[in-house]
Structure formats: C-alpha cells, structure tokens
C-alpha cells in the first residue's frame, strides 16, 4: 500500500484543529444568556447568548456543544487510532480513516457555513481544508482494483446497496419535507431562524445524497468504485447518527423538548439509519482480506 507523505501532516493537524474547535465550543463562557430575537422574517426566535455559540440560537447552538463532545470524546480518538494502523500499513486502517475525514469535512463544512461568525471562523476555515485535501489525497491513494480482489464471498453487496438508496434518498425527501411548503408559500423554513440559508440541508441533498446513490449503483454492479465509496459513507452515517444522539442529550439539557413526532420520525430516522450503518460498516471490513 502506497502511502502519501501529505497525510503524515494533515492528520495530526486535523487533530488539532478540530480538539481547539470542540474544546472552545464545550468550555467556553461568558455572555448575557439566552435572549429573544426578531427575524427578518418576523419570527421571535431565541439566541443562545453564551460562549463562542453565543450568536447561533439556542437550538443549533446546543446542537453544536452536542457535535463537539461526540468529536472530543470519540470521533478524534478514531481519527489517530486509524491513522497509526494507517501508518503500519493497513489497507482497512486506511479506508476507516477516510471515512473518519468524511466526518471532519461534514463538521468543517457545517461550521465555516452555517455557524454564526465568531472569532474562531478562520479555525473552522482550516479543518475544513484540512479535511478536504487530506479526504482527496487519502481516496486516491487506494488502489480499487486491489481493494476489489480483497472482498470475499458473502460480501452483502445488495443489502449494503439498499440500504445506502434509502439513506440517500430518504435524507433528501426528509430535507424536502420541511423545504417545499415554505418554498411554494415565500416563506422561510421553521429552523432558518436568523441565518440566511439552510446550509445543512443543501449539502446534504447535492452531495451526500448523490454519493450515497451512487455507491449503492455501483456496488450492485461490482465496480471497484463501490466498494471504495460504501465504506466511507457507513462510517460517516454511523457517526451522525451518534452525533444525533448527542446533540438531542444537550438540547435537552438546555431546556429543549420536542413534541413526540420528533422524537420518533426525526431523531429517531437518523438513530435507526446509524444502527443499521454499524450493522453493515462490520459486515463490510469482515469481509475484506487480512492487511497484514
């Protein structure tokens, strides 16, 4: 396995990037609390008013803090786990790490977006292209047609396949579903709040959406390109479907309560979606051949 000499210093810088980023988002105080805000749209929303989220409201704020535990506490350990198996020059180590940089670039992205300005923006800035190159430089150096003579037999390729259809899909209409009516009437969408667009819910449906599709096209044709693409994706839905998890946990420890719809058709997709992506990203590196 071919490494490149890139990542040895975009992983660690990562690392760090992203423990500054979820460290100041936990521990950071100060502010006035929790105010009341007029939209543009006329909507009394309410901001969070405390630390470097002080500017978000109080719903995505939460959410953040949610993310960034979740980010402390598991996801950067992955990250330096799989990168020193990488390191030692294992073919699984690597495509876990790649699914691991998918996460880094989802929260990147969603910061540098879709985060109120702060004065970590240029942080955010840097994971995110940190994230971006180091997720390039990791997908190409892995060799498919080997990658593809490493799967063996009993490798679920249909279920994994429908599966990734009814991620993709079922996060598109999901989006869809709270975008069409405010569209059609000329107004905003409940959870546009202050912000200025709905960032989340455009990068999933022109990117994550079209990835996960194709993944599962090309795994039911048994092209290399699958099974290089599958993997990453799993990872990354078993990850937000924890970061879901956290991210209703501290919701909920600031006051926040859904009504029980929420609960089991919002929260509640994104857990099932990421228990059955544990159950196929195990499948998956069961069935690849020994590294070593």
Known sequence: MKQNK???????VIAILSSIVAGVGIFSRGGSGVSSFTTLYGKTIEIYGRGIYQNDTLFTAAAFRGTDMVTLCLVIPLLLTSFYFYRKGSLKAQIFMIGILFYFLYNGASLTFSAAFNSMFLVYTALFSASLFATIYALLGIDTRDLAERIQSGFPQRGMAIYLFFAGIGTLFLWLSELIGPILNGTAPEMLGPYTTMFTHGFDSAVITPAAVLAGVYLLQR??????????????????????IGQTISQTLEGIVFPVGVYVGMIGSWVVMGAFAVYFTIAYFRKISQDY
């Open 223 to 244: 092209k290399p390109a699958g099974y290089l693409l599958s993997a990453p994706i799993l990872i990354l839905s078993t990850l937000i479907g924890i970061v879901v």
């Open 6 to 12: 890139i990542l040895h210093w975009l992983i660690p």
